[in-house]
């Protein structure tokens, strides 16, 4: 099983800035099959990235992902308070199809 | 436009089993792969398995593969999922989220929150 983990567990920032999370895979995802979900109060996440750098209809450019093998980052510029949320990371290479345990964004 | 919706909210006694059904619109379980993630309350995604069209089977994570199935009725796009045995700690918000082919989690239900209590 690729366990993936999330840094930081929290992060506080203020609009107009940049955000910058982690995720850690324990072998390498296979075809970079890993995605990024943003997950508000009481809602379904929303696919945001997938192939780790694609992004996914909607998203604004704002968002991006990079990184391979096992090294991964979403990246979130130029903050809105709508940004506020939980961010998964997910591989989808190898089953079991695990996510990471998440990043909380707080926009101050 | 892709859409799924799920079946209520449900509330079951330990031991008992729950199935929660995910409506497919827009689209057809022919061309999607629904898979199933539940979310317990304040914690993070647990994916519990779904289709893989690879090798045309279901594929359960490990820890719930005795207890739970997974089907589909491609006359009606309906995806179900059954958890039987249910403990406390199965109380969560039950989603379906569907993929093209082997893929990335697309689109999402609104979620089922299923309670186990005695």
């Known amino acids: 099983e690729i366990v993936l983990t999330q840094s930081p567990g929290t992060l506080s920032l203020s609009p107009g800035e940049r955000a910058t999370l982690s995720c850690r895979a324990s072998?390498?995802?296979?075809?970079?099959?890993l995605a990024w979900y943003q997950q508000k109060p009481g809602q379904a996440p929303r696919l945001l990235i997938y192939?780790?750098?694609s992004r996914a209809t909607g998203i604004p450019d704002r968002f991006s992902g990079s990184g391979s093998g096992t090294d991964f980052t979403l990246t979130i510029t130029r903050l809105e308070p709508e940004d506020s949320a939980v961010y998964y990371c997910?591989?989808?290479?190898?089953?079991?199809?695990?996510f990471g345990q998440g990043t909380k964004l707080e926009i101050k | 436009q892709v859409q799924l919706v799920q079946s209520g909210a449900e509330v079951r006694r330990p031991g008992a089993s729950v199935k929660v059904s995910c409506k497919v619109s827009?689209?057809?379980?022919?061309?999607?792969?629904i898979h199933w993630v539940r979310q317990a309350p304040g914690k993070g995604l647990e994916w519990m398995g779904g289709?893989?069209?690879?090798?045309?089977?279901?594929i359960y994570a490990q820890r719930f593969q005795d207890r739970v199935t997974m089907t589909e009725d491609t006359s009606t796009d309906t995806a179900y999922m059954e958890l039987s045995s249910l403990i406390s700690e199965d109380t969560a918000v039950y989603y379906c989220?569907?993929?093209?082919?082997?893929?990335?989690?697309?689109?999402w239900g609104q979620g089922t929150l299923v309670s186990v209590s005695s």
């Open positions: 827009g689209n057809t379980l022919t061309v999607l792969s």
């Open positions: 072998q390498s995802v296979g075809s970079n099959y």
């Open positions: 997910q591989q989808y290479g190898n089953s079991p199809y695990t």
């Open positions: 989220a569907a993929a093209i082919g082997s893929s990335r989690f697309d689109y």
């Open positions: 289709f893989d069209p690879e090798d045309a089977e279901t």
């Open positions: 192939y780790a750098s």
